[in-house]
């Protein structure tokens, strides 16, 4: 007796059991005879233990020849159908009651932890390996992650730190204007770009291109089996990939930041002269005066930590991916917004601490 089995009815047909690629000939025939005469609205696969993409595949073709819909799919299948026959012959969405979704949202909560666990435990056991044998990362793709990462992006960076540095003497002036403090247009550049503004711009385009990018790097990496291919050979993925593409973004980070703040101040001088009649030199000389050295090795330490986190955060999404192409996509979408929360987290506590400090 097979493993499986297709039941027809007037306007329902039914799966059963394991249907596989060995069976599919079997499987195709007893479809097409099922749904000969009577072209069923429901194609029923909740007592199917597992379906291939084969028979899938041939379940595809029935579906588009009626207008019928799939419906009792297990996630595994339905995460099989999606690929075949689109969402829109996915099953419906169960209405679930609010203490099964509070219990749900928690279990993946839960489960969210554990996975930072388990990164952050692997991370450390990759930082020993590296330590015992420096062979262990790939040190020959620092380079490459580091131009990628800081001189490609250079060009957005200071453009918009420019910017940021413009828009913000420009929305000042008026009111400067008005008290006849034009030379104070250095002190609120100065201060603003150097200890917030740089830091903040910096790290979210870093994460826009870096964050995304080793999310996908990684994911596709992870859906394509290479990482397997990695454990297989011996080679750990987190001390192989994760640890050179942290240094780069630390490395890169600070550095970009620094030349932010220069671009930052520079548009605030084209302000100065162009809208409040002051000389490059009286505008300098009024900014050394007020921004010292902690205001700007804040912002680059802020920065360190900004490209240290985004870089664990594309790396773990990346590593974590499960499915095809829109697991990637939802790798890489998820990246992105955990790496805002975690820039804005950070800078609220390190400018916490820098104030318990007096700095």
């Not at 100065?272 to 010292?292: C, D, P, Q, W």
Request: with cysteine; proline share 3%.
């Amino acid at each position: 007796m097979p493993a499986w089995q297709v039941i027809g009815s007037d306007d329902r047909l039914e799966l059963v059991g394991e249907l596989r690629l060995a069976d599919a000939p079997a499987i195709w025939r007893a479809m097409r005879a099922a749904t000969r005469e009577h072209a069923p609205r429901q194609i029923d696969v909740s007592k199917a233990t597992a379906i291939d993409g084969a028979v899938m595949s041939l379940l595809s073709e029935v579906i588009r020849g009626c207008t019928c819909e799939l419906v009792g799919a297990t996630p595994a299948i339905a995460e099989v159908a999606h690929l075949y026959l689109g969402a829109r012959q996915l099953p419906h969405p169960v209405h679930e009651r609010a203490i099964a979704r509070l219990g749900d949202a928690t279990y993946r909560a839960v489960r969210a932890v554990g996975d930072v666990a388990a990164f952050t435990g692997d991370l450390a056991i990759a930082l020993g390996a590296t330590v015992r044998n420096r062979r262990a990362a790939d040190w020959r793709s620092l380079p490459a992650l580091i131009e990628r990462a800081g001189i490609d992006g250079l060009p957005i960076v200071v453009l918009l730190n420019f910017l940021i540095g413009f828009v913000g003497a420009f929305q000042t002036t008026r009111y400067l204007q008005q008290f006849g403090a034009n030379i104070y247009v250095a002190d609120i550049v100065g201060i603003s770009v150097t200890r917030e503004l740089s830091p903040l711009i910096t790290a979210i385009i870093i994460s826009g291109r870096s964050g995304a990018a080793y999310a996908a790097e990684l994911g596709t990496m992870r859906v394509s089996e290479e990482i397997d291919a990695l454990r297989t050979m011996g080679i750990g993925p987190t001390a192989y990939l994760v640890l050179p593409r942290v240094i780069a973004l630390a490395v890169v980070a600070p550095v970009l930041t620094l030349l932010g703040d220069i671009t930052g101040v520079l548009g605030g001088l084209a302000v100065g002269k162009a809208s409040l009649s002051l000389t490059a030199t009286g505008f300098m000389n009024e900014l050394r005066t007020i921004v010292v050295a902690s205001d700007v090795w804040t912002g680059l330490v802020k920065s360190v930590a900004f490209g240290v986190a985004i870089a664990l955060i594309g790396c773990r999404h990346g590593l974590s991916t499960r499915g095809a192409a829109a697991g990637v996509g939802r790798g890489t979408t998820a990246t992105i917004v955990a790496c805002l929360f975690s820039i804005v987290i950070l800078d609220t506590l390190a400018t916490m601490v820098f104030r318990e400090f007096g700095l």
